[in-house]
C-alpha cells in the first residue's frame, strides 16, 4: 500500500503558483519524498526528489517539513501543460526498489 | 535520463488471445519493472525482471498469465496471456537509473 496521502484533486489559475500537498506521517528515517506526474496517455514522469531538506530544480520546489511528516511540491509558474495526476511516493533510495503508486493528486491548471 | 521504447503503443485485441509487449532500454539495466494501470487508476506493479532469473511477481500476478522474459540488459517482454476484457489497461515498463525510475510510454490494451 501506497505510504502516502494526497488531496484527490486541485484547481489552480494559470500563472500561479501551484502547491500540492502529500502526507507521510509514516516514514522512516531512510526513505526519501518522490513526485512524479502523469500527463495524459504518457508515462510517469520524475519530478524531483528529497530527503529532509528542500530542494529545488527547474520544474519545481520541494519543502519537506521538519518532521519530515509532510512536504509539498510547488509549481511557481503554473501552465496549461502541466495539467497532469502527481503522485507522492515515499521509498528508500536504494536502486531496485520499485515505487508503490498512490492514486495522486489530479492538478487542472485553468486558464 | 534513460530512453525506453515500448511497443506497441496500443492494441485491439480478441478475449482469449496473447499479446507480447516488448521493452528496450537505450543502456543496460540489471532489473526492469512492468507496471499495470487499468482505467482512471494509478499504476500497480506487476513483476520484477531481473537478467538471468526468473522474474518476482506481485500479490496477484501469476507467471501462467503475465509471463515475462528478459533475456539481456536491455530488452524485456511481457506478455499478457488468454486475454478478457478485464485485462484491458495500460501497460509500462520501467527502469531504475541514479535512484529516479523511468518510464516507457506505455502500452494501451483493449480487449475485446
Known amino acids: 500500500d501506497a505510504k502516502t496521502t494526497q488531496p484527490t484533486s486541485m484547481d489552480c489559475a494559470e500563472g500561479r503558483a501551484a502547491n500540492l500537498p502529500c502526507n507521510h506521517s509514516?516514514?522512516?528515517?531512510?526513505?526519501?519524498v518522490y513526485w512524479y506526474r502523469q500527463i495524459h496517455s504518457q508515462g510517469p514522469q520524475y519530478i524531483i526528489h528529497?530527503?529532509?531538506n528542500n530542494e529545488t530544480n527547474e520544474m519545481a520546489s520541494l519543502i519537506i517539513t521538519e518532521d519530515r511528516k509532510s512536504s509539498t511540491l510547488i509549481l511557481p509558474h503554473a501552465t496549461l501543460r502541466d495539467t497532469a495526476v502527481y503522485y507522492c511516493?515515499?521509498?528508500?533510495?536504494?536502486?531496485?526498489?520499485?515505487?508503490?503508486f498512490g492514486p495522486g493528486t489530479r492538478l487542472s491548471v485553468l486558464p | 535520463s534513460a530512453v525506453i521504447s515500448q511497443k506497441p503503443s496500443r492494441d485491439i485485441c480478441q478475449r482469449g488471445t496473447s499479446l507480447t509487449i516488448q521493452c528496450q532500454v537505450d543502456?543496460?539495466?540489471?532489473?526492469m519493472f512492468w507496471y499495470r494501470q487499468q482505467p482512471g487508476q494509478s499504476l500497480t506493479l506487476i513483476a520484477t525482471?531481473?537478467?538471468?532469473?526468473?522474474?518476482?511477481?506481485e500479490s496477484g500476478f501469476v507467471i501462467d498469465k503475465f509471463p515475462i522474459s528478459r533475456p539481456n540488459l536491455t530488452f524485456s517482454t511481457l506478455t499478457v496471456s488468454n486475454m478478457s476484457p478485464e485485462d484491458s489497461s495500460i501497460y509500462l515498463c520501467?527502469?531504475?537509473?541514479?535512484?529516479?525510475?523511468?518510464f516507457g510510454q506505455g502500452t494501451r490494451l483493449t480487449v475485446v
Open positions: 528529497g530527503l529532509k
Open positions: 543502456s543496460q539495466v540489471t532489473m
Open positions: 525482471a531481473n537478467q538471468g532469473s526468473e522474474a518476482t511477481y
Open positions: 511516493i515515499v521509498r528508500v533510495d536504494n536502486y531496485g526498489q520499485n515505487f508503490v
Open positions: 520501467s527502469v531504475d537509473r541514479n535512484t529516479e525510475a523511468f
Open positions: 509514516t516514514i522512516s528515517g531512510n526513505e526519501y
